[in-house]
């Protein structure tokens, strides 16, 4: 799926989100015993080039790709994003604060291209293509990041003053929060805001 779809805004491409049970009887995999709230939870959607999408959601490929191997192949994918910043230790603030602010950065792109306040979605109001980018978007890039800034900060809490651990523990709750309303677990005003003062930490501005 990409923009190029979604009334004339910039074109970027995304996977598409895919059902691991599918959301509607009759769809491939689905359980009837699922409850409703989980259908489109983060723990029943998994991320797909356009191809494998299609491949995986035919009738006749459903008892090749299980809901079990499904799980497995989106569980690989965050271990390896997991990897990418696992049990990184660094010998100072400033080494933390640059690799901080390579996931900080893909987020605030992810934010500005596709968010609620970017331009894509104030010249294309109501648009469902529009609205699933935002959605794919918060899955494949914020909340990965979101996960691996908070573990590097837990394991490297020390480097950071005194006054600074009131602005990493704000920043861990946010991450928290907002993973927390994405998989409906609670409503969007409990969600603690994005910190600017942790963005003014990390870039100094």
Known sequence: ?????????????????????????GSSRYDPSQPDIERDSYENLILLCPNHHTLIDKAENEFEFTV???????????????????????????????????????????????????????????????YALWISARLSTIIPNNREIAKVLQENRTLFSKLEQRVVSKFITHVESYE???NDEIPYQAVLRFPSDFDELIFGN
Not at 4 to 23: F, R, V
Not at 105 to 110: F, G, I, L, T
């Open 1 to 25: 799926m990409s923009v190029e779809d979604a009334g004339g805004a910039a074109p970027y491409t995304l996977g598409e989100m895919a059902h691991i049970k599918g959301n509607k009887a």
């Open 68 to 130: 079990d191997l499904l799980h497995e192949m989106k569980a690989e994918h965050e271990r390896y994003i997991s990897n990418r910043l696992s049990q990184e230790k660094f010998e100072n603030v400033e080494q933390l604060k640059n690799r901080l602010s390579i996931y900080l950065s893909e987020n605030r792109q992810a934010w500005e291209q596709y968010g609620p306040l970017s331009d894509n979605a104030q010249r294309n109001p109501n648009n469902d293509q529009v």
């Open 180 to 182: 927390k309303w994405v």
